[in-house]
């Protein structure tokens, strides 16, 4: 563990809300923010009092609304009705109903409490009359304390020495006895327009039967600029991003099985330190059980100069098909 105290860097002290301006006016306002994390994905339309709508970027594979985008914008839309001077420490989400793509999401706010210290919200997001998740939301005003620890992130390489997702798929197409099957899937991967930058730090192999632990490391941000002075807001695309391949963590030891059905059933997240979404970080990712078609992955969100910015944790349901009698090693 590290002593804390010396360890929160002066550039993360800066990073703070800028103070008389909530979620929205941040979205909105400033010229910098170009990312489109926050000019669209994140970008909610107040209808009403603690009453928004939100619209959907990027949709998986699955054709189901993304839960780290149902989480982000559940977190803009409570982050809203909060005083300035309180910032999220932890929120807890149940995934209640599939999302549908096809039409927008209604997020209503109930302002459970306002303490002097602590506020609580509830979200309910819901599609066709009826909620698809429910969020607690938590939030804390900063407090000087002497207890100060965290675990030590783990040494990988920078994120300058590694490949981007895209530039793996290019180099796995680049393989002249890939299946064509697999040709295929890379592609629509490739052709995917996921708003975050990812570089993994230990990618699997092709064709993808190495057995892995199941642990996973990848660097990540938010592609464009945020900028500083904006905490609020990054935690709302940090806890975007803490759903991105989080799930099939559980899945790295078994190469030999195809997943038929994988959906989240809540997920967890709680802040520590500052930091910036839109610069690298390190998503630390590992599942400690499966089984029962279930599968728990925890997560730390590290900053680069080492301070732990977030944990989460999230179950799911897992269902899975043998792909062939000889696909294992």
Same mark, same amino acid.
């Given at each position: 563990?590290? =002593?804390?105290?010396?360890?929160?860097? =002066?550039?993360?002290?800066?990073?703070?809300?800028d103070h008389g301006a909530g979620v929205q006016d941040q979205v909105a306002g400033p010229q910098d923010l170009r990312s489109v994390l926050v000019t669209s994905v994140l970008?909610?339309?107040?209808?009403?009092?603690?009453?928004?709508?939100?619209?959907?970027?990027?949709?998986?594979?699955?054709?189901?609304?993304?839960?780290?985008?149902?989480?982000?914008?559940?977190?803009?839309?409570?982050?809203?009705?909060?005083?300035?001077?309180?910032?999220?420490? #932890?929120?807890?989400?149940?995934?209640?109903?599939?999302?549908?793509?096809?039409?927008?999401?209604?997020?209503?706010?109930?302002?459970?409490?306002?303490?002097?210290?602590?506020?609580?919200?509830?979200?309910? @997001?819901?599609?066709?009359?009826?909620?698809?998740?429910?969020?607690?939301? #938590?939030?804390?005003?900063?407090?000087?304390?002497?207890?100060?620890?965290?675990?030590?992130?783990?040494?990988?390489?920078?994120?300058?020495? $590694?490949?981007?997702?895209?530039?793996?798929?290019?180099?796995?197409?680049? !393989?002249?006895? $890939?299946?064509?099957?697999? !040709?295929?899937?890379?592609?629509?991967?490739?052709?995917?327009?996921?708003?975050?930058?990812?570089?993994?730090?230990?990618?699997? =192999?092709?064709?993808?039967?190495?057995?892995?632990?199941?642990?996973? $490391?990848?660097?990540?941000?938010?592609?464009?600029?945020?900028? !500083?002075?904006?905490?609020?807001?990054?935690?709302?695309?940090?806890?975007?991003?803490?759903?991105?391949?989080?799930?099939?963590?559980?899945? /790295?030891?078994?190469?030999?099985?195809?997943?038929?059905?994988?959906?989240? /059933?809540?997920?967890?997240?709680?802040?520590?330190?500052?930091?910036?979404?839109?610069?690298?970080?390190?998503y630390e990712m590992e599942s400690s059980w499966a089984g029962g078609c279930r599968g728990l992955v925890q997560g730390r969100l590290?900053?680069?100069?080492?301070?732990?910015? @977030?944990?989460?944790?999230?179950?799911?349901?897992?269902?899975?098909?043998?792909?062939?009698?000889?696909?294992?090693?």
């Open positions: 563990m590290q =002593d804390m105290s010396k360890k929160v860097s =002066d550039e993360a002290s800066d990073d703070r809300l970008n909610l339309e107040k209808l009403d009092i603690d009453l928004y709508r939100g619209t959907h970027y990027w949709v998986p594979r699955t054709r189901r609304l993304f839960g780290g985008q149902i989480i982000g914008q559940a977190l803009v839309a409570a982050a809203e009705s909060v005083r300035d001077d309180v910032f999220v420490h #932890s929120l807890h989400c149940y995934f209640v109903r599939a999302g549908d793509p096809s039409v927008p999401v209604l997020y209503q706010v109930d302002r459970t409490r306002d303490g002097r210290s602590f506020s609580m919200r509830s979200v309910k @997001a819901i599609q066709h009359g009826q909620p698809i998740l429910t969020c607690q939301a #938590s939030f804390h005003c900063d407090q000087p304390s002497p207890i100060q620890h965290q675990f030590t992130m783990p040494p990988v390489p920078p994120p300058e020495d $590694l490949m981007t997702v895209e530039k793996l798929i290019q180099s796995y197409l680049s !393989k002249p006895n $890939l299946a064509e099957k697999a !040709k295929r899937g890379l592609t629509k991967l490739l052709a995917d327009e996921v708003p975050i930058e990812i570089k993994p730090v230990n990618p699997p =192999d092709v064709p993808w039967r190495r057995v892995m632990e199941p642990r996973n $490391l990848f660097w990540v941000r938010a592609r464009g600029h945020i900028g !500083k002075g904006h905490m609020k807001l990054h935690c709302c695309v940090a806890a975007y991003v803490s759903d991105y391949s989080f799930l099939g963590t559980a899945l /790295l030891p078994y190469p030999g099985q195809r997943a038929s059905f994988v959906a989240s /059933l809540d997920h967890a997240m709680w802040f520590h330190n500052t930091f910036r979404a839109d610069q690298w970080m390190l590290w900053r680069r100069d080492g301070v732990l910015a @977030a944990s989460c944790a999230q179950e799911g349901v897992i269902r899975v098909n043998a792909m062939t009698t000889n696909s294992k090693l």
